[in-house]
């Protein structure tokens, strides 16, 4: 295992010294050669880890605190901070900068890396650390992601212009993305939403994309019924694992499904534009939230008696990955290079990092940690507060969504090179009993449910025809605004993972005491077949006529089943 460390390490206390081997100086890297020792825990985090934990949100990006090491002079007022979820490969060699990658990428690379860092410089400059964008060597880049080798303070006044500034530093490869980076710099970019909408615009306009491959199933693990519930379309998909009791789960995954579902399908036509397509799917998660949520009300189930359901749910438009999630179920981007979760499990433990409470260590082995503070159903419409991102695909990839049973131990990412990384050359069908096998080997201890699609963009304009993209404006024919049966709440960046307030602790309070109960009471049968999507190509916004067929109309309203329970082996 390696870290990206901060602070003396040459000065570390015995025997932590002999454990920790430096591998890489400029940086520096160490190498935990115990890494199943436990480490030192600092009862009280150093101020300069304190962004760190609290940015938690943006994992994908941001390295977190693993641990705080006493040195030998300073004991643990003067630690030596290891830093995981680094940009740092398995081997231990760092990820290339983006200066250094810059000249050598194709221009959806280039447009998805500004789109992220764009997503990113709010939430910096909140914390004070927006130097550490404007840094560009200080920014590693690995396929389609960005991810910075470390935090860094100042400069609290800094602008977007500033921002511009530093990319103007950049080889001038792609006339049309340089002329939106001159504009940066004029200041012609009030917020960074605005900027991340223009990127996001070009993006559509000079790729499109493909679905090579999609495929899904479904195992009840070692329990005696199935609470998981999904639906795989190819252009989208969702995966629920319901809780709640007898048939509760099931009930609640299904309904779910189904709302999520009718809502996704209109999208095809809708042609959104990138933000107001996010808005309109977290709405698709509120409305299947108050749709579970009246039915808890009206069959009085209160407390533990009450049922509910983690989701995630993906949308494709063109080259953009637009996602949602509440709850632990998780999506993974998977590529040559690396594997990605993309979303953060919405439970205590992430909670308390998030509140720079805890390490990441001390969060592993949080007791209780795994316990909720989100779901499906459970929650009002203030309190519930579900995650909506968006991705640039720049490369051929999977995407994997999938329940914890699939996911817990780090499965996914212990076995992503045997397992899923050879999908990308080979039938998703083929493989995908293995996966449950693989699972059942593994976990089994829970209901398990994946769907995956292979994803490529297509061919890149020919450069005598970039010249010609105009700097991206919203085009007239998107709609701006999301029809009222799907009118999105306002949100603010920082409410989406942390709960905060009298509210949150209710809520949290909540969800807990559901979850922790119905962990032991799964139930139902629904078991949905495995499906698979042909090769389609996914038009760039606004889509054009074509679109995904139509499945099998699914029944608006849960289904109770009166069924011979098995023992559980």
């Not at 609290?54 to 990006?61: E, F, P, S, V």
């Not at 807990?512 to 109960?517: N, P, T």
């Amino acid at each position: 295992m390696y870290y990206f460390a901060i602070g003396n390490l040459s000065a570390l206390a015995s025997p932590l010294g002999e454990r920790f081997k430096i591998s890489e100086l400029t940086l520096p890297i160490v190498q935990d050669l115990h890494p199943n020792q436990t480490v030192p825990d600092a009862e009280d985090l150093p101020g300069v880890c304190l962004p760190y934990q609290r940015l938690n949100a943006y994992r994908w990006a941001i390295p977190e605190v693993y641990a705080c090491l006493p040195t030998a002079a300073g004991g643990s007022k003067d630690p030596c901070i290891l830093l995981s979820n680094a940009a740092i490969s398995e081997n231990g060699v760092s990820w290339p900068s983006l200066p250094e990658s810059w000249p050598k990428t194709s221009l959806l690379a280039q447009i998805g890396w500004l789109a992220q860092i764009s997503r990113l410089w709010d939430a910096c400059k909140q914390e004070n650390v927006v130097t550490s964008l404007l840094n560009l060597n200080n920014i590693a880049v690995q396929g389609w992601q960005i991810r910075l080798y470390k935090l860094e303070s100042g400069q609290t006044k800094s602008s977007l212009q500033d921002l511009g500034s530093s990319l103007q530093t950049l080889p001038s490869i792609y006339p049309q993305l340089s002329k939106l980076i001159d504009s940066l710099a004029a200041g012609q970019f009030p917020t960074a939403i605005d900027l991340e909408e223009a990127l996001e615009i070009m993006a559509l306009q000079v790729s499109g994309g493909r679905v090579l491959d999609c495929t899904s199933k479904t195992h009840p693990g070692r329990r005696a019924n199935n609470e998981d519930f999904y639906e795989a379309r190819g252009r989208f998909a969702i995966v629920c694992d319901g809780m709640g009791g007898h048939e509760g789960g099931e009930i609640a995954s299904r309904m779910a499904v189904e709302s999520m579902d009718q809502d996704l399908k209109t999208f095809v036509e809708q042609g959104y534009s990138p933000s107001t397509l996010r808005k309109a799917l977290l709405e698709c998660v509120h409305r299947a939230n108050q749709g579970i949520l009246e039915v808890n009300q009206s069959q009085q189930r209160i407390g533990v008696g009450q049922m509910g359901t983690t989701v995630v749910a993906y949308f494709l438009d063109g080259p953009l990955l637009h996602i949602a999630h509440a709850g632990d179920s998780r999506i993974y981007l998977i590529n040559h290079q690396h594997c990605q979760q993309i979303t953060v499990d919405q439970d205590i433990a992430n909670r308390e990092m998030s509140l720079a409470h805890l390490t990441a260590s001390a969060a592993d082995s949080m007791l209780g940690g795994g316990t909720l503070t989100q779901a499906v159903g459970i929650l009002n419409r203030n309190s519930f507060q579900p995650i909506a991102q968006t991705f640039v695909l720049s490369e051929a990839c999977l995407i994997l969504l999938c329940s914890d049973g699939f996911c817990d131990g780090d499965l996914v990412e212990n076995t992503w090179r045997q397992e899923l990384l050879p999908l990308l050359d080979t039938s998703l069908q083929e493989r995908s009993q293995g996966l449950i096998d693989l699972a059942l080997r593994e976990l089994g201890h829970d209901n398990i449910t994946f769907v995956i699609l292979k994803f490529a963009p297509d061919q890149p304009m020919p450069k005598a025809m970039q010249v010609a993209v105009e700097l991206p404006t919203l085009p007239q024919s998107a709609p701006t605004s999301i029809p009222q049966r799907l009118e999105a709440p306002a949100q603010s960046p920082a409410s989406r993972l942390v709960v905060g307030g009298l509210v949150g602790l209710v809520a949290t309070a909540s969800v807990a005491g559901f979850f922790l109960y119905t962990q032991q009471q799964k139930a139902a049968n629904i078991q949905p077949s495995s499906a698979s999507v042909p090769t389609s190509t996914i038009p760039a916004s606004p889509p054009n006529a074509k679109s995904i067929p139509d499945a099998t109309s699914l029944t608006s309203k849960p289904i109770i089943r009166t069924t011979t329970k098995k023992p559980a082996p």
